[in-house]
């Protein structure tokens, strides 16, 4: 028993390791010049990876529809890149990187990789918050982990997996763990995003909700889905509404969502010539910005537009059965469930306005779902 402890710790610092060089945390990507040892940093990572994956006992496997859509998924993505875009080995990395994970998660290293996540997210926390509270009311300040938006990208799925963590190791959530959730939501605030203010407050209301009443899978579900139609359809006539208008006033931001519908209307245009399997990872436009700067992106700062943008209406198509299939077999009755369900809806009201498809505490969330999904005896 001694031994087993002993060897999971080690896997732990092993995969902690592993996990932060995809992680994009602005200090540590800073830190590391030149930009070669970073990239190395990933292979080595990747090796190890696969070192891991290779280890696993046939017999320890949970693989199924879930993985092999996920495959299908990132399979669709690389395509479309290395045909659009040109051949790209830190693409191919992060590639292979994100399906070996989402593997893993399906195998006997689920709980250890959750512990090791939780480690990453706490330790980057408390660092983050230093900075924070020195750059607290700076509107362009760079923090730990990165700008106001990454907070939410890094903070939001961060604070949904040390629940999930703490639910699976001790079957509740401790008290401590809440105490550094509460942190995860109030650097958020502190940052002063205002798409990662809203997120976090959504996703408390679900969780206060879901305390109280059996969460209402299709209502969640179809109420994000008509804001989408909203923002991406409906935008030039929606967001131009003066109920709209007053809102964004009363957040303190343009009606643009600084200049969010003007990247819409071109990552549009991006996917009307690339409608089937779109345009690659790494796709590039400019526009100029309220300031009247020229700003070049190769994000479109939406999640089913991203999706759009680098492979198309096929890769939609497969993602979408994906979330279909797990939201679907997920049972609320079951806590862990319901929380891992509260987080993809909260990773999809963050993605209305941020690029939070390619992050890797989503992919992680994304295939702790799947395997939940998966479970025997569950249904919804």
């Not at 990876?49 to 006992?57: E, K």
């Not at 109420?223 to 809102?247: H, N, P, R």
């Not at 979330?323 to 319901?338: C, T, W």
Request: hydrophobic letters at 55%.
């Amino acid at each position: 028993m001694q031994k087993n402890k002993y060897i999971n710790r080690i896997m732990i610092m092993i995969f902690i390791i592993i996990l932060i060089p995809f992680l994009s945390v602005l200090a540590i990507k800073e830190a590391i010049i030149p930009d070669t040892v970073y990239q190395g940093w990933q292979i080595g990572s990747l090796l190890c990876m696969i070192l891991i994956t290779c280890s696993v006992r046939k017999k320890s496997f949970k693989i199924n529809w879930t993985t092999a859509l996920f495959i299908m998924y990132h399979m669709v993505i690389l395509g479309s890149t290395f045909l659009k875009q040109g051949f790209s080995s830190g693409i191919l990395v992060v590639t292979a990187v994100s399906i070996l994970i989402f593997i893993l998660l399906q195998t006997s290293y689920f709980n250890t990789m959750l512990g090791s996540v939780s480690v990453i997210v706490t330790l980057t926390l408390i660092v983050n918050f230093w900075t924070l509270l020195r750059e607290k009311g700076n509107e362009n300040a760079n923090f730990f982990i990165g700008g106001k938006n990454a907070l939410s990208i890094f903070l939001i799925p961060g604070a949904f997996l040390l629940i999930i963590n703490s639910l699976n190791q001790y079957g509740k959530i401790k008290r401590i763990t809440m105490i550094i959730v509460v942190m995860c939501f109030v650097s958020v605030v502190i940052g002063a995003s205002t798409t990662g203010v809203l997120t976090a407050i959504i996703a408390v209301i679900f969780m206060v909700l879901s305390k109280k009443n059996n969460v209402n899978k299709k209502v969640y579900v179809i109420a994000i889905f008509i804001v989408y139609v909203l923002f991406i359809i409906f935008s030039e006539y929606f967001l131009a509404t003066q109920s709209w208008i007053k809102f964004t006033v009363l957040l303190g931001k343009d009606s643009t969502l600084t200049s969010r519908t003007i990247i819409w209307n071109l990552t549009k245009e991006i996917i009307s010539k690339n409608w089937l399997f779109g345009a690659g990872r790494g796709e590039s436009f400019s526009y100029v910005n309220a300031w009247g700067g020229t700003v070049t992106m190769h994000e479109a700062h939406n999640f089913i537009l991203e999706i759009l943008m680098e492979g198309g209406v096929v890769a939609l198509t497969i993602y979408v059965i994906l979330l279909y299939k797990i939201i679907r077999r997920l049972n609320i009755k079951n806590i862990r469930h319901k929380i891992i369900f509260i987080a993809l809806c909260a990773i999809l009201v963050n993605g209305l306005t941020e690029s939070v498809v390619n992050n890797l505490f989503v992919t992680i969330i994304l295939g702790v779902a799947c395997r939940y999904a998966n479970e025997k005896g569950v249904s919804s």
